[in-house]
């Protein structure tokens, strides 16, 4: 695969970082599926009706996604994928780049604000938001008594852009 793009693909994370997230999460490998691609698309390809599933979203940014990803949302797009969110019954989060439209959109959901490190040319602190149909505790852990009960029944549908 060919480099293209003005930032080299290592320069927006912690290599170190990386590893010791991925282990952890290892410990969860038969109850992930992975699914890359359009999120709309791939929630409405799966038979969820009758599956306890949670989903973790993560949209191309809405401010900088044009320059930062081969294929960004349009704001049709990002609207879309806040309509088919607030139509499903499962759990879900994603997280956005704050930007007032994205607040916009996801005004009647539950919202907390964080704080993350780009690492570009100069690396700095963002403004993010992640967004759920469930309410958050304070530390950003969902209430427990929304979540499914057992891990074994959960699958979680993580979707990227294509």
Known sequence: ?????????????????????????????????????DAVNNIN??????????????????KQGPKLYRYSYTVADHLNLSIVLK????PYFL?????????????????QQFQNRYSTKIPKMGNELLISNREFLNDGAFIEDTMPRSHDDVHGAFSTPP
């Open 45 to 62: 390809r799966l038979d969820v009706q009758d599956k306890e599933l949670f989903f973790f979203i993560d949209p191309p940014y809405y």
């Open 95 to 111: 997280t956005y780049d704050k930007h007032h439209v994205i607040e916009y959109l996801y005004k009647d959901q539950y919202m």
């Open 1 to 37: 695969m060919e480099q293209n793009s003005n930032y080299m693909i290592n320069c927006r994370f912690n290599k170190k970082e990386i590893i010791t997230s991925i282990k952890m999460i290892s410990q969860y490998r038969k109850h992930i599926e992975v699914i890359f691609g």
């Open 87 to 90: 139509s499903i019954k499962h």
